[in-house]
């Protein structure tokens, strides 16, 4: 924030206490305009209050003028003309130089046609490209701007994505990561579950369970792009996981600090963005990430620091807090309140200062940097402590996930096949699979899976100790049909596998290729089956050589259409995989990578407003 910004915010806040109103009488008048004489008394009144020359008080007091008529201008308008006036402030992904200007649209128009004035403005040839955000939400381009909420004379910040013509790659890429993580959530693979800080895996209804990861989703690829210092983007990502969350009924979001650090971190990017206009959202976002933190870390982090100690790694996160609660109360000429706020920031701040040595030394040994940082902060930079501290955690997150059967790390492949109605009633094909190699009857495996809710380990403990138990009660079962058989193994699949998927589907080919599909152990033996199927139509086609020739003997009309599904649905597979590769390229393997805030960024804007507020 610039001087010139904290003598406005200082002087607006002495006017309204004055009751001055520069835009009337003695100060302006519709005929003369503005009157510098009384504009010049007014200034030498108050610079001595101010501690400000004179002229700069008057160079003040004229900007606000300006900003004061305009306003009064665009209100009159609209009582005259239905046009609203919006003042656009658009940003680039740092925050830096912003423009400035106005556009006008009728409150009952599209949020599209908003965007389409704002194009013109800023010469782009795709509105679609434009991003308006008002009161901390993205409008939307199929509804009026009234009913989303705005008003006239209100402020938008914009974003079109880089200050050299890349808004068309932010857009394309934040389309992108949208269908990136939706695939990967509705995805039939087990990619993404949701773990407490533990490990422990959170159980919630479907409908829920979907909304909550959708918002998880965007909000790691948010982090991702925060952590590449790109705010626009994450700033975008933040408010439609935003979106997501505010869908969702569950209480899960009141009971653990992820909605509250969604929140946090939306602030965040306000604040680096450069942009004040959103400072009744971002009041209202430090609120409900203060009031979860007191849920989840007890009045005052009572809780938090009676288990963790003072220097906790989650202090870094209530440092942030406290800070852009200064930041706010600043703008608001809450100056005392705001100083009482920076210095609780500052002296934490100092507290949780890592020795660069020690962190050195600790990446010596073979840790990583959040890992090293983390622990310096939970051990008062003992390092004997630190090392000790990093080792015991990875033990027991280690631990609790092989109690609770997690071996679907989101990179492992699991799958689920619906069996009947019952949404209960499924099993992994590979864990089928995978039974079976070792010698287990394939209904006793189904029916053991099913029993301990598709827990390889309990279901592998109950064949060797129980198999009688359950083959007594196991269901009526149909044999897998010969010819459907046949025509499995005739097009690449295992006569082993295929007769389980035909088994276990009873004969329905649709789902027994499903099976066969999700069955397959990894993506090169997922793009061996597609280069299979191929070949197989390539002859079909026209597209292969003279040479090539089919291994079928005969390829029937149905049997196309069987190969040409099978084809299909692998490169649903494969899209599946690529999806989830997409997305998980930039995410950190360290799941505490949150925790890991250099404080350096904090400090330099401390020590800004700390300066600030010592004038």
């Not at 925060?226 to 969350?245: G, N, S, T, V």
């Not at 007594?472 to 499995?488: F, G, H, I, K, S």
């Not at 089919?550 to 009309?557: D, K, N």
Request: glycine share 4%; proline share 2%; net charge negative.
């Amino acid at each position: 924030m610039s001087e010139i910004e904290d003598i406005l915010v200082r002087l607006r806040a002495r006017l309204q206490e004055r009751d001055v109103k520069l835009w009337e009488e003695p100060y302006y008048v519709e005929s003369g305009g503005v009157i510098e004489s009384a504009l010049e008394q007014l200034s030498q009144e108050l610079s001595p209050e101010m501690h400000i020359s004179a002229s700069i008080c008057k160079s003040a007091l004229l900007q606000l003028q300006e900003t004061a008529l305009r306003k009064l201008a665009a209100r009159r308008q609209f009582n005259e003309t239905g046009l609203a006036t919006f003042h656009v402030r658009c940003v680039d992904s740092h925050g830096g130089t912003a423009n400035r200007f106005e556009v006008k649209c009728a409150l009952d128009e599209l949020g599209a046609n908003l965007q389409l004035n704002i194009a013109d403005q800023l010469q782009l040839s795709e509105a679609a490209h434009v991003k308006c955000i008002s009161a901390g939400r993205v409008l939307a381009p199929q509804e009026t701007l009234q009913s989303q909420g705005l008003k006239n004379n209100q402020q938008l910040l914009v974003i079109v994505g880089q200050d050299d013509g890349k808004g068309e790659a932010l857009y394309e890429r934040i389309r992108q990561i949208q269908r990136d993580v939706e695939m990967v959530v509705d995805s039939e693979h087990r990619f993404v579950e949701l773990e407490d800080q533990d490990g422990n895996v959170i159980m919630l209804p479907p409908s829920e369970n979907r909304a909550l990861l959708l918002g998880m989703g965007l909000y790691e690829k948010g982090r991702a792009a925060m952590r590449r210092e790109h705010f626009d983007e994450a700033l975008l990502l933040f408010l439609d996981a935003d979106e997501k969350f505010s869908g969702c009924n569950s209480r899960f979001l009141e009971s653990v600090d992820n909605y509250g650090l969604l929140n946090l971190d939306i602030v965040w990017c306000y604040l680096c963005l450069k942009n004040i206009t959103q400072l009744p959202d971002a009041q209202r976002r430090l609120d409900l990430c203060e009031r979860n933190f007191q849920r989840s870390y007890g009045d005052n982090y009572s809780r938090l620091y009676a288990l963790k100690g003072n220097n906790c790694p989650e202090r870094a996160l209530i440092i942030r807090l406290q800070l852009l609660q200064g930041v706010i109360l600043f703008h608001q000429n809450r100056r005392d309140e705001a100083l009482q706020r920076l210095q609780l920031a500052g002296n934490s701040l100092s507290q949780l200062k890592v020795d660069a040595d020690q962190l050195a030394l600790l990446i010596e040994m073979g840790f990583d940097v959040a890992d090293a940082r983390l622990a310096l902060r939970s051990s008062n930079g003992n390092v004997e402590q630190a090392v000790q501290s990093i080792q015991e955690r990875r033990q027991r997150l280690q631990a609790t996930r092989i109690n609770s059967n997690s071996e679907s790390e989101m990179h492992r492949r699991l799958t689920q096949l619906q069996l009947g109605n019952d949404e209960r009633d499924w099993v992994h094909p590979r864990s089928v699979c995978r039974l079976m190699e070792l010698g287990f009857e394939r209904q006793l495996v189904v029916e053991a899976l099913r029993r301990t809710d598709n827990n390889l380990e309990r279901s592998e403990e109950l064949l060797r100790s129980h198999s009688d138990e359950l083959r007594r009660n196991l269901p009526a079962t149909v044999a897998a049909d010969e010819q459907m058989l046949y025509t499995l193994h005739e097009l690449g699949f295992k006569l082993p596998t295929a007769r389980a998927a035909l088994e276990t589907t009873r004969n329905d080919m649709d789902r027994a290729v499903d099976f066969l599909l999700k069955s397959l152990p990894n993506e090169h033996e997922l793009n061996n089956m597609i280069e299979l199927m191929n070949q197989l139509t390539a002859p079909i086609d026209g597209t292969a050589s003279a040479s090539t020739s089919s291994p079928l003997t005969a390829i029937t009309p149905s049997k196309l259409t069987l190969i040409q599904s099978i084809l299909s649905k692998a490169n649903t597979e494969l899209e599946s995989y690529n999806a989830y590769k997409r997305f998980h390229e930039d995410l950190p393997e360290n799941e505490q990578d949150y925790l890991n805030l250099t404080l350096e960024q904090e400090e330099q804007i401390l020590n800004e407003y700390k300066r600030l507020l010592a004038h």
